[in-house]
């Protein structure tokens, strides 16, 4: 199995940045990908980035592209995400989620993150 912790979430003003902060722990040799989802409020959870954990290549929803870094150290066993320009609609429960290989989809997650952007 795989642990992971979510650190980072907080309030910001609307342009602002946070830097989420996720560690793992366990059997981090077999992750494949990890990735940030985030679930506002009376909405569905959603794709926000992954990074391949061992290649590094990454993938960007198109509402983050452009103000949203994943990276990640797997020596750490960390992933982070810089975001930058804030919104008001980036406000959400932020987590932090593991993808085995040879799995078909994440099968572990943190237990989330708050961030809120005031307007």
């Known amino acids: 199995q795989v642990q992971l912790v979510e650190s980072g979430g907080g309030l910001v003003q609307t342009g602002g940045s946070l830097r989420l902060s996720c560690v793992a722990s366990?059997?981090?040799?077999?992750?494949?990908?990890m990735a940030w989802f985030r679930q506002a409020p009376g909405k569905e959870r959603e794709f926000v980035s992954r990074v391949t954990w061992r290649g590094g290549n990454t993938y960007y929803a198109d509402s983050v592209k452009g103000r949203f870094t994943i990276f990640s150290d797997n020596v750490k066993n960390m992933v982070w995400l810089q975001m930058n320009s804030l919104k008001p609609e980036d406000t959400a429960v932020y987590y932090c989620?593991?993808?085995?290989?040879?799995?078909?989809?994440?099968?572990?997650w943190g237990q989330g993150t708050q961030v809120t952007v005031s307007s």
């Open positions: 989620a593991s993808r085995t290989l040879g799995q078909r989809d994440y099968d572990y």
């Open positions: 366990g059997r981090t040799l077999d992750i494949y990908l």
